[in-house]
């Protein structure tokens, strides 16, 4: 069965989180705005991932993160 890009669970965050992109995209993402990263850290905190999403969306378009982005996403389904 096909997984869908919703079926993400909270292992699957824990697992990519820990892998060496997943650190490297978080020191990027910390980097480039260390307020909107403790306010997304904050709104996942409290399980408001919509707010998470929206508050990394504009963090995400620069070409390093988009890699770090794909690489995570392949070793997710691989």
């Known amino acids: 069965m096909e997984r869908k890009s919703d079926d993400f669970s909270i292992r699957d965050a824990m697992r990519l989180a820990n892998s060496p992109a997943?650190?490297?995209l978080f020191?990027?993402?910390q980097?480039?705005?260390p307020d909107a990263m403790s306010k997304a850290m904050a709104d996942?905190?409290?399980g408001d991932y919509?707010?998470?999403k929206q508050t990394?969306?504009?963090m995400l378009d620069s070409p390093q993160i988009r890699q770090l982005m794909e690489r995570l996403k392949e070793d997710s389904n691989g």
């Open 22 to 24: 997943g650190q490297q």
């Open 27 to 29: 020191h990027l993402l």
């Open 31 to 33: 980097a480039q705005d």
């Open 44 to 46: 996942a905190s409290s």
């Open 50 to 52: 919509g707010k998470v």
């Open 56 to 58: 990394l969306s504009a």
